[in-house]
């Protein structure tokens, strides 16, 4: 999908969440293609405060995007 079909996409998964969900994963926009997925969570994963949903554009090769969950570390908040 497109980055503006990604964040409605991701906005519509907030809304719908359950709220264990939202305390305990984090929504994210990611690049489709699957290596440049992997660094950007790597990258993400370390400093999640300071990405923002166009953070990803910057990893992405051809435009096309996923939204995916992925599990907190609270041991690093």
């Keep these: 999908m497109t ?3 990604a964040i409605q996409y991701k906005n519509e ?3 719908n969440a ?3 969900v939202l305390e ?3 929504i ?3 690049p489709a293609d699957t290596e440049e997925s992997t660094k950007y969570i790597e ?4 400093q999640p405060g300071k990405f923002k949903d166009e953070s990803c554009k910057k ?3 051809n435009g096309e ?3 995916v969950r992925k599990k907190m570390n609270h041991k690093l908040q």
């Design 3 to 5: 980055f503006n079909e």
């Design 13 to 15: 998964a907030v809304k």
């Design 18 to 20: 359950d709220q264990s």
């Design 24 to 26: 305990n994963y984090y």
């Design 28 to 30: 994210i926009v990611v």
């Design 43 to 46: 990258e993400y994963s370390k």
């Design 59 to 61: 990893y992405c090769s």
């Design 65 to 67: 995007y996923l939204v």
